[in-house]
Structure formats: structure tokens, C-alpha cells
């Protein structure tokens, strides 16, 4: 019993695990990223300010392109900084 | 003539732009319809502190416009704006998409995207209410095995029915304490 318990406690976990590290975008279905969204971007950049590789935020290969435009965009207004602290 | 859709932000000196607003974007408007731009739809953005200082600037207003314009002219425009002193800084994107579409769409992912990050989120709502789950789950079914072996536990053999049962823990308190007491005693008399 206890075991069975826990095999699905551990199915439970994996699947939330999958489920979280999919792309933020994809998942809520984006066709766009837009600059002024500075909610979402400061998710995807660092303290630093540096954009996140794809291997931490699991964001697919065309978002990335997308988000590397958007956060470009918001650092030129200022929305972002270049460089942080 | 040919026209393209564009979205427009304009970064405007503070200063000016907290005291009379409209005045100065409508310097903005000015510029851009003397070249030949149709505005589509204009809004105040945001009043907001900057990520870095620009020409000695730590806070700016913010000023959307959409517009359609012959794609010459924002060369024009861009001359203008660099001329201008209240604009700090200015860009314009070329919309694949009509105004109004690209306007619904925007506002819509970002609300999908904001209630993504709040399911998804590591130390919001979500993980405190597993928590509290889980601090549940060992009160829920405790009661349930410790009716059914209730009557073993009082009846003897302590040790293996507190193991099984949390119900013995009730008793096992008070069983606990004279075996203490006892094995203190043991150590003492050894002493």
C-alpha cells in the first residue's frame, strides 16, 4: 500500500515537473513578445540583466529569438537595464 | 500612397511632461502628422523610474502611439524627433498585423502569461497550499487505522502497536514515562 502510494505521489511529481519546465510560452500559447510586458521579461534576464540561456528557462528555440528582440527593445527604453546593480 | 501601421513609444522629459501633458505629446503628434501620419490611437503609457539615466534623466513619461504612415516618412519623422528636446528617445516597430488586432492580441497574452507565472511559480499560492496539504495529510488518516487497532493496542505488547499506530500514542506517553524513569533508576543504582 505504502509503496503504491508512493509511486504515485512520484508520478504526480514528475509530471509537475514536466509541466513546469516547459517553455513559459509555449505553454500559455504566445505568438509575440512584446517589449512592454517588463513583468515577463524580467523573468528571462538575470539580476545582472543578462538574458537567460535556453538550457535554464526551457523556452523554445523561435521564443528565444523573439525574447532576445523584445528585451532588447526594453533595454533601449529603459525598461531594463543593461547592466544591473 | 502606400502605408504601413506602426506602434511608436516615446520616452518625453518629465518636467514638462507632469506639468502639461497633452501639450507635449501633442508636440509629438504634430511632428508626426506633418509628415503625413494618420494617428490611430494614442495613450498615456506610463510614468516610470528609468533602468539607467538618460541626458541626465532618472524618471520619464511614456507615450504610445499608433499610427499609419507612408514608410518614407518616418526617416523624416526621426530627423525631427532628434531635433526635439522633450523626446529623450523614440522607436518605432512596423506591425505585421492590423492596429486594432495587434492591440487585442497583445493585452490578451499578457494576462495568459501573467496567470501562467502565478500557476507556475515556485514560492507563491501554489507551493504554500501543497504545504498545507501536507501537513494535513498525516492528521487525515491516522484516525482511521487507529480505530481498527485501538483494542490491540490497549490490550498489550506496546512496542509493535505503537509503531503501527498513532492512536497508541495517546498511551504511549504514559507508558513511555516509567521506563524512563526506570532505566534512570537502573543507571543511577549502576552509578
Known amino acids: 500500500m505504502a509503496s503504491n502510494t508512493k509511486i504515485k505521489n512520484l508520478k504526480k511529481l514528475l509530471k509537475k515537473r514536466e509541466s513546469r519546465n516547459k517553455c513559459r510560452f509555449t505553454r500559455s500559447r504566445v505568438e509575440y513578445i512584446d517589449y512592454k510586458d517588463v513583468q515577463t521579461l524580467q523573468k528571462m534576464v538575470s539580476q545582472q540583466g543578462k538574458i537567460y540561456g535556453r538550457k535554464r528557462t526551457g523556452t523554445q528555440a523561435h521564443f528565444q529569438r523573439k525574447l ?17 546593480r | ?14 518636467n514638462a511632461a507632469t506639468a502639461d501633458f497633452e501639450g507635449t505629446a501633442g508636440q509629438v503628434d504634430e511632428i508626426l502628422t506633418k509628415h503625413g501620419a494618420e494617428l490611430v490611437m494614442k495613450e498615456k503609457w506610463d510614468e516610470r523610474k528609468l533602468a539607467y539615466e538618460i541626458k541626465g534623466q532618472r524618471r520619464a513619461t511614456y507615450y504610445l502611439v499608433y499610427f499609419r504612415a507612408p514608410p518614407a516618412s518616418i526617416d523624416e519623422v526621426e530627423v525631427d524627433l532628434g531635433l526635439n528636446e522633450i523626446v529623450l528617445r523614440h522607436l518605432f516597430i512596423k506591425l505585421e498585423e492590423p492596429i486594432q488586432v495587434h492591440v487585442d492580441k497583445r493585452a490578451k497574452e499578457r494576462e495568459l502569461l501573467a496567470e501562467d507565472s502565478r500557476k507556475h511559480s515556485l514560492s507563491g499560492w501554489g507551493r504554500r497550499d501543497r504545504r498545507s496539504k501536507r501537513d494535513e495529510k498525516p492528521a487525515g488518516p491516522k484516525p482511521v487505522t487507529a480505530e481498527g487497532d485501538k483494542p490491540a493496542a490497549a490490550e498489550g505488547d506496546k512496542p509493535a502497536a505503537e509503531a503501527a499506530t498513532p492512536a497508541a500514542k495517546s498511551e504511549t506517553p504514559a507508558a513511555d514515562a516509567p521506563q524512563a524513569d526506570t532505566v534512570k533508576a537502573a543507571t543511577e543504582e549502576t552509578t
Request: glycine letters at 4%; aromatic letters at 12%.
Open chain 2, 1 to 14: 500612397m502606400r502605408t504601413n501601421e506602426y506602434e511608436a513609444m516615446f520616452l518625453l522629459e518629465n
Open chain 1, 68 to 84: 532576445k528582440t523584445a528585451v532588447k527593445r526594453a533595454r533601449f527604453l529603459a525598461l531594463l537595464p543593461y547592466m544591473g
